[in-house]
């Protein structure tokens, strides 16, 4: 072992890769040079606080760490000198050495057995190669081999798949050939004659044999097979067979139930067996879905020929019977109803209906809503009898066809606007049959119904209207002379033709007998233009009669020829025409006002309704930030009343008290909303005060927290007085001025809310800001 020391030696003193000599000599150097400049305390300053690591060995985590940090190390032996580091470093080396010189001495011996030991695997190893060499050419041989027979045994899973396939397919065809043979039998097409005994069962089952044929056909079809199309014409004679004599039962069945009399009832057997087949027939529809074809069957069967019967040209006009024909379908007989109500929307939906199609969507017994019978209105009874029968299409093209002519009189504007208020009615009655909304709005959406609606030519209707109403009213405007009637005591009447006049064309734009519902705008343009027609007669008759009435002009004369006795008399007229004038104004005003609440702004629609609110909020926002605005000084009390050095308590108000309101009441006194002053001064005082007073509100709260906040710093260094606290000496004085003033400003602004019509004494708001002053008081003084 000790000829191999040498050899070891030279092996372990390798140069060091972290160069750890080279750097423990300049970290040396330096520290050398810092302590010749440094004095001795500095140094003990310095490194009182670093810790104190122990010698070095393998569990110093800075030397085992994947990554050697030489900062870190440097720092974490900051307490000893550099000779002393370098001391221990190589001291460590030394352990290091010598532990590696231990392990390769106690390797070594068995490390040269082991090169001694090969030294004749070689050839050995050449021996073993060849045997290798043909055992990996005979696995080869067996994996083709293995290969092969995989492959053969995939094809034949894969023929035997083919084969599944097709058998699976040919028992589908042999289904379908079954169930056409089947079907064939069932329908009796091979044969000259058809046996309908069991009909609903009969057309039921044959109907669930042609689903399942049809639902074959589809699954061969992906498969691509002709033998299906060879057989297309079997199956669709079979579907016209099947859809004819399902049309021809279903037509029997309703035959059956009509020319049943209305006087005889059917035995209950009979009935359920009636019933009972009519389910059946719907459901096989349904299965089908034929629907159309079922509509179709009850237009031919039941609708066509009942309105044949109840719409042509001369229904109006002819007699009607009393008895109404027996509807197929039997619905239990409930109180008419009776739609007739200009003033509002017409809806055939009571709010209980109405939720429970929003809610179910449907309805479990459909209701039987009739009009109200009139004997003069030969157009009802036709309506209550087209009730019964409810299929939209037909009855709106037998109307408009038939009808129409007689309907749709725009020449005749009372026969339209009552045959419009009767149809109206009637399409609400017919809507309560729906099932739901959805077809509700299915039905308003059709082509039809919007053909309908024009035909009716309202806009021809209200040109109408416009020039009977106009042309009476224009009449009167022309005489330019104020002649009052009689007054008549305890009567309130209007006392000049004129005003009478007027009050009567606006009322004929809202009357029943001639407002449309959806002309409502256009009445309230023209009855808006009325108002302003009458406007502009009295200023041309204030014109014209001061110029041209001679008791106008001795009355306004100051020459002293005229005498007692004259002038008495002309202002006697005077005085007669002006309380005229007066009296018709008011009364006008009372009749116009209840007008509107009562029926014109029921009318209107919601959207001119809407736009008056939103111009209404734009109005009061913009004038409640002008007013916020005039708060903005109550923020700088307390740092103006600190500044100042004049300590006297304040006796009046702040100045801009007087201002916050100010751009409210220039708005109605003299602004743009002069003509609005009557109408919205006291609606918009009260929702601008309301703001106004939360945001003085939240300016004092924010005050006093932060009044309490400079308490608090002040209590840290001295003793104090605050806003809302206790004070002494300078400070209690400033807080009892800002407290003042706050009140002063306070009552203040309750006055100037009073002047707007607002009453303090019973407003919360007001309330609400008055005891967060008094609040604020009361806490100062604990």
């Not at 190390?73 to 010598?98: H, I, N, Q």
């Not at 609400?428 to 030519?457: G, I, T």
């Not at 004038?581 to 209107?604: A, R, Y």
Request: proline content about 5%.
């Amino acid at each position: 072992m000790s000829s191999s020391a040498p050899t070891n030696s030279a092996f372990i003193n390798t140069r060091d890769p972290y160069q750890l000599e080279r750097l423990a000599e300049e970290l040396a150097n330096r520290e050398t040079n810092q302590r010749n400049n440094a004095s001795p305390s500095d140094v003990d300053i310095k490194y009182t606080d670093l810790p104190d690591y122990g010698p070095l060995s393998h569990h110093n985590p800075l030397l085992t760490g994947p990554v050697f940090n030489v900062e870190e190390f440097l720092l974490s032996r900051a307490r000893a000198s550099l000779p002393e580091l370098r001391t221990e470093l190589r001291d460590y080396l030394s352990v290091l050495k010598e532990e590696l010189v231990q392990l390769i001495n106690n390797d070594y011996e068995a490390f040269i057995s082991l090169s001694t030991d090969l030294r004749s695997e070689g050839s050995r190893l050449k021996k073993m190669r060849g045997p290798l060499v043909d055992l990996q050419d005979r696995i080869m041989d067996s994996r083709k081999e293995l290969q092969a027979i995989q492959a053969a045994i995939q094809e034949k899973l894969d023929q035997r798949a083919t084969l599944r396939e097709e058998k699976a397919l040919l028992h589908l065809l042999l289904k379908i050939s079954e169930s056409l043979t089947r079907l064939e039998s069932l329908l009796m097409i091979t044969y000259h004659h058809r046996d309908r005994s069991n009909r609903a069962k009969h057309v039921t089952r044959v109907a669930v044999e042609y689903t399942q044929l049809l639902y074959h056909v589809s699954k061969a079809r992906e498969e691509n097979c002709v033998f299906v199309d060879e057989l297309q014409w079997r199956i669709d004679r079979i579907q016209s067979t099947l859809s004819s004599d399902l049309d021809l039962l279903f037509a029997g069945l309703l035959a059956k139930m009509k020319d049943s009399k209305p006087g005889n009832r059917l035995p209950e057997m009979e009935r359920t067996k009636l019933l009972y087949d009519l389910r059946e027939y719907f459901r096989t529809y349904d299965m089908l879905g034929l629907w159309r074809d079922a509509e179709d069957v009850l237009r031919r069967e039941v609708v066509r020929p009942f309105l044949k019967k109840t719409i042509f040209q001369n229904a109006l006009g002819a007699p009607h019977s009393p008895v109404i024909p027996k509807t197929p379908f039997h619905l239990e007989p409930r109180e008419s109803v009776f739609l007739r109500t200009p003033y509002t929307p017409f809806t055939a939906f009571s709010p209980q209906n109405l939720s429970t199609l929003q809610t179910s969507n449907h309805l479990t017994t459909p209701p039987q809503a009739l009009l109200a019978e009139d004997g003069n209105d030969p157009l009802v009874q036709v309506y209550n009898q087209i009730l019964r029968h409810v299929i939209w299409e037909e009855v709106a093209n037998a109307v408009i066809n038939d009808l129409g002519d007689s309907i749709f009189a725009a020449g005749r504007p009372d026969d339209l606007r009552r045959n419009y208020d009767t149809t109206q009615n009637f399409l609400r009655c017919l809507e309560l049959y729906a099932p739901s909304v959805r077809a509700v709005h299915a039905m308003r959406e059709h082509e039809l119904y919007r053909e309908f609606e024009k035909r009716w030519q309202l806009p021809v209707y209200f040109q109408l209207r416009w020039k009977e109403i106009v042309a009476d009213v224009e009449v009167v405007f022309t005489d330019l002379r104020l002649e009052p009637s009689s007054v008549i005591k305890g009567v309130p009447v209007f006392l000049l033709a004129q005003t009478k006049a007027l009050w009567k064309a606006v009322a004929a734009c809202w009357s029943p007998e001639i407002l449309i519902p959806e002309l409502s705008h256009r009445f309230w343009r023209l009855t808006l233009q009325l108002l302003s027609r009458y406007g502009s007669w009295l200023n041309s008759v204030y014109a014209i009669v001061a110029d041209s009435n001679p008791a106008l002009r001795l009355a306004t004369s100051t020459s002293s020829e005229v005498s007692s006795t004259e002038a008495t008399a002309i202002e006697d007229v005077l005085l007669r025409q002006y309380t005229a004038v007066l009296s018709d104004i008011d009364m006008l005003e009372n009749k116009v006002d209840g007008l509107w609440k009562h029926e014109i702004s029921i009318v209107l629609p919601p959207e001119m309704l809407e736009s008056v609110d939103a111009t209404s909020n734009h109005l009061v926002s913009i004038l409640t930030k002008r007013c916020r605005e005039a708060l903005r000084p109550v923020q700088s009390i307390p740092t103006q009343f600190r500044a100042m050095s004049n300590k006297r308590l304040p006796t009046e108000p702040s100045y801009f008290v007087q201002t916050i309101f100010r751009p409210l009441k220039s708005f109605f006194a003299d602004g743009p909303g002069l003509s609005l002053k009557d109408s919205y001064r006291s609606e918009y005082s009260q929702e601008i005060f309301k703001s106004v007073a939360h945001r003085y509100i939240s300016y004092l709260t924010a005050m006093r927290k932060t009044e309490e906040s400079l308490r608090k710093l002040k209590k840290a260094k001295k003793a104090t007085f605050s806003l809302f606290g206790g004070a002494t000496d300078d400070d209690s004085r400033d807080e009892e001025r800002i407290r003042t003033q706050m009140i002063l400003d306070v009552e203040a602004f309750g006055k100037e809310a009073q002047s707007l019509g607002i009453d303090i004494a019973t407003n919360e708001d007001y309330e609400s800001l008055k005891n967060t002053v008094l609040a604020s008081d009361r806490k100062s003084l604990r």
